[in-house]
């Protein structure tokens, strides 16, 4: 019985994982597929930056730039990232400009981030001291 069972589980379970794979192609699920424009953005840091250097992006891009790259990232995987809550609102503040001019400075210099992938969901950039190394499609990589 149980041999039986399983003779009907297993590829209906397979089935069912093929189809929603297939599934997702017809979703841009940020998950699962790259954009050109985020490929891109990867391809230049992996091109252009140091083996190591580190980079600060919104979470979601955080995620997939240690394994498209050789960069590190200041906020990854929440579980990967050691004192995550504290960089995350780290993050936040970075992003929504609440840092003045000189706090991000000291901010970057302290974490030793060298470059910032800034995103068209992440608004206008008031840091000034910040210079333009990669700007496509909306997606600008600065640093200093």
């Known amino acids: 019985l149980l041999l039986i069972v399983l003779l009907l589980i297993v590829p ?5 994982i093929t ?6 192609t017809q979703n841009n699920n940020h998950w699962f597929y ?11 840091l992996n091109q252009y930056t140091s083996q190591g250097s580190g980079v600060l992006a919104a979470y979601n891009f955080g995620n997939i730039i240690p ?11 929440l ?3 050691p004192d995550a809550e504290f960089k995350i609102n780290q993050t ?19 974490e030793n981030i060298k470059f910032v992938v800034w995103g068209p969901e ?5 840091y000034t001291f910040l210079k333009s190394y990669f700007s496509e499609n909306g997606i600008k990589i600065i640093g200093f």
């Open 34 to 44: 790259i954009s050109r424009k985020e490929k891109d953005a990867l391809n230049f």
């Open 19 to 24: 189809y929603k794979r297939l599934q997702e």
């Open 122 to 126: 992440d608004g206008a950039i008031k």
């Open 92 to 110: 936040i503040k970075f992003y929504t400009n609440a840092f003045s001019e000189k706090e991000a400075a000291e901010f970057l210099k302290s």
């Open 79 to 81: 579980l990967q990232t």
């Open 12 to 16: 209906l379970s397979s089935f069912y």
């Open 67 to 77: 394994a498209f790259t050789f960069n590190r990232v200041y906020l990854g995987h």
